[in-house]
């Protein structure tokens, strides 16, 4: 059972190559389906409207990532979006080239057949944007129309409060509101939160780059993708215990310890409830949630450490820590979370870490982001 990757735009592109990075690092080739038996290469689909990032892995040869990533999957044309989801969405062909939409649904296409059993795609973009947010939405779509069967999830970027772009909280609703109505779930990352989590780790006064942005995007994703290093992505597991109710699609996962440099806030040998609690840390609490509550539809968590069975005794203690983060909807079975206690290295060469806790939540704590793009975007639009 396969997955195809599709990279859209330059941040779905850029935080694409660093889960590729952390993938080669992490799984092995030789079984894993997001990698291809036969040549190795990953099932990545990357496209962008200007070239500069799309192509950068294929021009230099010493790129980590070049023997790994299929020249032909990369669907490039020399005319950004301008930070505007209609010129994404409309995706205007330049010259005698054919849309970026056919370009991309044709080597997807080509990825799709060359798959043992294709079960569905995983899109990384930025909904900010041009590209990732106007063509995601279109490309999203026509996966939906083309594969109805397959699964399709969205990791999919939000843009930071201080606002990177002027547009960005119009082409974030639309986005938004597009991907919701054809995607089967939506694994959500705050650039603040985000940079929270990584100064947080890397101590207070470091300075927090792009790439540091992107290496724990990535983290978080492997870790809820591939709980299991070398088993296929399981989007059954992921949307059954995630995803109970089709009217509900947005997620919100934090893996932690993320190491970014040796000066880690958190120690190597914190103990199973200390990573927990850190990991608890990450999701906006009762106090920001205020009158919305932080009621959660489904939670799943990850343990992963060679020491993992020493704690599955204390199962209660760590499942009652888990509750009280994300205390159910009254109509939500008792159920609503999964503890997955994974006895594995806790990964993340070459940081060493020991013990690592992800955590993932279907909760209404995706209200607050959506919340404060619908009336920025509102009090521009009343001023407009
Ligand atoms: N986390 C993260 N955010 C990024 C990255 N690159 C851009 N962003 C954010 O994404 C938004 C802009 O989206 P881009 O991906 O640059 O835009 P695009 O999809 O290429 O669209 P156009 O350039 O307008 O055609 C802003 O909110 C940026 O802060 C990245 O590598 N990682
Ligand atoms: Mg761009």
Redesign the pocket.
Known sequence: MSAVFLH?????N??GFQFWKQMLNEVDKGYDTAFDRYTGMARAVMV???PKVVRSPFKDRTHPLYPSLNPENCIEQND?????WAM?YKDSPVADSPPLCELTMNAHRKEVERCDMYRGTVMM??V??????GLGSKLAEKIREEYPTCFLLTAS?L??SQG??PL?DYNSCLTLSHINEVADGIIY?E?DA?FNAVQYASGRSAHVS?HN??EC?AYSLINILYPRRGCNLDFSGFFSSLVPSELYKFCEVHSVPFLVDKNSTMPREASWMQVLENCTKRFPSHEMMGQLGPLCISARCILRGDDVETIKARDKQYINKIHATFPPVIWMSSDYLKVQYIKERAGAIPYKIERNVTLAANRTGILIPLQRLLSSARSKLEVG
């Open positions: 859209v735009g330059q941040c779905g850029q935080m962008d409207s200007e950004g979006r301008g930070n505007n994404g973009h930025s900010a944007g041009g590209t990732g947010s970027v843009p930071s990177d772009t960005q990352f650039n985000v792009t942005l992107n995007i």
